[in-house]
């Protein structure tokens, strides 16, 4: 069971858009996955057609009242389940900064679900802030995958998460996390500033940067509305086939570094 978090601390770079579209096409591969939806906005829950949940969210696990698999509901697309998020979950930062163990408190919760060996893949959907949800994910998670849009701040950000990442490593909480890559989203093929940030990228990051690059589609951006994934909203559209071979490529990647981590 590998433990992916989506993240970058910027908001509306596509962290959701990724979280949602790659469990779907993981799942559509035949991989089992998991969804936690860790951003009290609960944007990966209502993307998905479901209603967010402040009791069924990762709350009471976070807090210690509660197992994750007490809060797993399935989802309508087979192989992929998901704990809901819902605003109340936003109170946890406030419990969890107060003790001692707020860094490595998921990633407790996660070792025993790993033990239940019924999960390929656990995909985090992160908030986009530097709090406690956010370093508690990353200190959780195997590997890091990184949403960036095609913007010129965007390279800014990406040095900002590639910061934290080492200092959660340092912090010993996750000494093995994993930039597993870069993921370019709302590229725009007619503007020479989308090329120049992926060219950037790719000079800083070769290993890490994702060949697929997801492009700005109308398609992308009304599916949440709907409660669909882009696979059920446009099937065949541009958007389903870049997230369907980006998922393609991080099932590769993952084939050559060994499978999923047991
Ligand atoms: N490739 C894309 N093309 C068009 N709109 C997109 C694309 N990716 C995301 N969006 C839209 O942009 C907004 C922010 O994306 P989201 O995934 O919610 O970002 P984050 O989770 O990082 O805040 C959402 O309204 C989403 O539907
Ligand atoms: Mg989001």
């Not at 951003?39 to 209603?51: H, M």
């Not at 934290?164 to 370019?184: D, F, N, T, V």
């Not at 950037?200 to 709907?226: K, M």
């Not at 669909?228 to 870049?242: A, C, N, Q, V, Y």
Request: net charge negative.
């Amino acid at each position: 069971m590998n433990v992916v978090a989506i993240a970058n601390q910027k908001g509306g770079v596509g962290k959701t858009t990724t979280a949602i579209s790659l469990s779907a096409a993981l799942a559509e591969a035949g991989q089992r996955v998991l969804l936690l939806d860790l951003d009290p906005q609960a944007n990966a829950t209502s993307g998905l057609g479901i209603e967010p949940d402040s009791e069924g969210s990762m709350y009471y696990p976070l807090i210690g009242e509660a197992k994750i698999k007490d809060k797993i509901i399935p989802t309508r697309i087979e192989n992929l389940s998901i704990v809901p998020s819902g605003m109340d979950l936003a109170g946890v930062e406030i419990e969890l900064a107060r003790s001692d163990d707020h860094l490595t408190r998921l990633r407790k919760l996660l070792t025993a679900l790993k033990r239940g060996k019924q999960y390929d893949y656990v995909i985090l959907d992160t908030p986009p802030s530097l709090g406690v949800l956010m370093t508690t994910s990353l200190a959780s998670a195997d590997e890091v995958l990184i949403p960036l849009q095609c913007e010129w701040f965007g390279l800014e950000g990406l040095a900002k998460i590639v910061h934290i990442i080492e200092q959660i490593r340092e912090s010993g909480a996750a000494p093995k996390l994993k930039l597993e890559g870069i993921l370019m989203t709302m590229f725009d093929g007619r503007t020479n500033l989308s090329r120049q940030v992926v060219e950037e990228v790719s000079n800083y990051f070769p290993d890490q940067l994702y060949e697929n690059v997801i492009p700005r589609t109308i398609r992308i951006g009304e599916a949440p509305s709907h409660g669909k994934t882009i696979f059920e909203h446009d099937p065949s559209g541009i958007g389903s086939r870049s997230y369907r071979a980006a998922a393609q490529e991080f099932l590769l990647r993952h084939s050559e570094v060994g499978g999923p981590i047991a």
